[in-house]
């Protein structure tokens, strides 16, 4: 079965840059979102078909995806960026969710 | 407004049977395709089944796969999920969950989940 990695854990300072990665074999021939989940809450889209951004998200966020990797990159990062985020991709009509990563704002 | 709530989660033993609904607002339900979505305590997100917009196809999980149901009443404007022969690994918050796009659908609206627990 398809599978997609992500990295446990990032830190980042305040104002800084933020880059999550997401990999999965030939993952760029796929269309890869991104989600952001904070404790207690429901999981939020942020980045949809590898680059694309939902009405009310912050342009600060913005995603890539090519060869084998998807990337979420957060600039200028607040603290209230501070989450869990879940890459996700479809794959033989099955969705597929990354173990997701933490984000720290220190 | 535009929304999605669940209902119908609880405690249940091992075997038994559980049918969540989720019923939605605010937008043209019989358009969109939908899905369940769960996760189990302090663990990642794990799809569990899609149905398309009129219900002609549905998709399932391995590891729920024979075991639950998903369907849905385009009338009443509500998605629901049966789970039968229910297991400990099981346990977990579903959410209800929109697809954007036709094919490679993203999750663009989510309920605020209702928790399933089995356990004897």
């Known amino acids: 079965s398809y599978e997609l990695t992500q990295s446990p854990s990032v830190s980042v300072s305040p104002g800084e840059t933020a880059s999550i990665t997401c990999s999965g074999d030939?993952?760029?021939?796929?269309?890869a979102c991104w989600y952001q989940q904070k404790p207690g809450q429901s999981p939020v889209l942020v980045i949809y078909q590898d680059t694309k951004r939902p009405s009310g998200i912050p342009e600060r966020f913005s995603g890539s995806n090519s060869g084998n990797a998807a990337t979420l990159t957060i600039s200028g990062t607040q603290a209230m960026d501070e989450a869990d985020y879940y890459c996700q991709a479809w794959d033989s009509s099955t969705a597929v969710f990354g173990g997701g990563t933490k984000l720290t704002v220190l | 407004q535009v929304q999605l709530v669940e209902s119908g989660g609880g405690v249940v033993q091992p075997g038994r049977s559980l049918r969540l609904s989720c019923a939605a607002s605010?937008?043209?339900?019989?358009?969109?395709?939908m899905h369940w979505v769960r996760q189990a305590p302090g663990k990642g997100l794990e799809w569990v089944a899609i149905i398309w917009y009129d219900g002609s196809n549905k998709y399932y999980a391995d590891s729920v796969k024979g075991r639950f149901t998903i369907s849905r009443d385009n009338s009443k404007k509500t998605l629901y999920l049966q789970m039968n022969s229910l297991r400990a690994e099981d346990t977990a918050v579903y959410y209800c969950?929109?697809?954007?796009?036709?094919?490679?659908?993203?999750?663009?609206?989510w309920g605020r989940g209702t928790l399933v627990t089995v356990s004897s």
């Open positions: 969950v929109r697809g954007g796009g036709v094919s490679d659908w993203y999750f663009d609206l």
């Open positions: 605010g937008f043209t339900f019989r358009n969109y395709g």
């Open positions: 030939k993952l760029g021939d796929k269309s």
